[in-house]
């Protein structure tokens, strides 16, 4: 089992930054991927932005030159700077895993979600 908690998160005025944590834990034999999607209600999850273990990286456009992923493999933490907010950012944001083990097909585990609001 893999568990993970995220932080970070808030309210912050457009034009303003935010960094979200989410940091892995329990049983891990390797995690491949790592990510961020968002979730308004009464629409469907979307990708924000994911990174491989290699730190290959990829974006949702509308948050291209604004957010930044990145990832700490030996604390199995990944991270997700946001800058020149928008309230079209406002969301509720998941971090998510994919986790491997020999034997086993790939699982997605996902954190608890975190609020973040974009407003003045």
């Known amino acids: 089992q893999v568990r993970l908690v995220q932080s970070g998160g808030g309210l912050v005025q457009p034009g303003g930054s935010l960094r979200l944590s989410c940091a892995a834990s329990g049983t891990i034999f390797n995690i491949y991927s790592m990510g961020w999607y968002r979730q308004d209600p009464g629409k469907q999850r979307e990708l924000v932005a994911i990174?491989?273990?290699?730190?290959?990286?990829n974006y949702a456009d509308s948050v291209k030159g604004r957010f930044t992923i990145s990832r700490d493999n030996a604390r199995n933490t990944v991270y997700l700077q946001m800058n020149s907010l928008k309230p079209g950012d406002t969301a509720v944001y998941y971090c998510?895993?994919?986790?491997?083990?020999?034997?086993?097909?790939?699982?997605?585990?996902w954190g608890q979600g975190t609020q973040v609001t974009v407003s003045s």
């Open positions: 998510y895993c994919r986790h491997v083990q020999i034997g086993s097909p790939p699982y997605d585990y």
């Open positions: 990174i491989g273990s290699g730190g290959s990286t």
